[in-house]
Nanobody, 121 residues
Framework: QVQLVESGGGLVQAGGSLRLSCAAS????????MGWFRQAPGKEREFVARISWNLISSSYADSVKDRFIISRDNAKSTVYLQMNSLKPEDTAVYYC??????????????WGQGTQVTVSS
């Protein structure tokens, strides 16, 4: 079992920035693709960003492309989501998740508890 603990959420005004962190308990952190997802009130959970185990590949939802940056530090077993130019529609609970490499298509088996991000107008 992999434990994921998110932090960094909070309240920010539109146009501001936040950096989310997700610390993993596993010593084999580099064996996982890491992703960020979010769920707004009354809406389905949606994909936000992902990053490969070796930092070679990353991808983003169209809604956050050019505003958010995903990164990871395998030595610290931590994945980050830098969120810039935040909009009210970014308000959601943000979750990090882990998908074991070698599985196609990706399957996110481990999830954090979520951290609230609220963007005011």
């Amino acid at each position: 079992q992999v434990q994921l603990v998110e932090s960094g959420g909070g309240l920010v005004q539109a146009g501001g920035s936040l950096r989310l962190s997700c610390a993993a308990s596993t010593r084999t952190f580099s064996s996982y693709t890491m992703g960020w997802f979010r769920q707004a009130p009354g809406k389905e959970r949606e994909f936000v960003a992902r990053i490969s185990w070796n930092l070679i590949s990353s991808s983003y939802a169209d809604s956050v492309k050019d505003r958010f940056i995903i990164s990871r530090d395998n030595a610290k077993s931590t994945v980050y989501l830098q969120m810039n130019s935040l909009k009210p529609e970014d308000t959601a609970v943000y979750y990090c998740a882990a998908s074991q490499i070698g599985v196609t298509p990706e399957r996110y088996d481990f999830w954090g508890q979520g951290t609230q991000v609220t963007v005011s107008s």
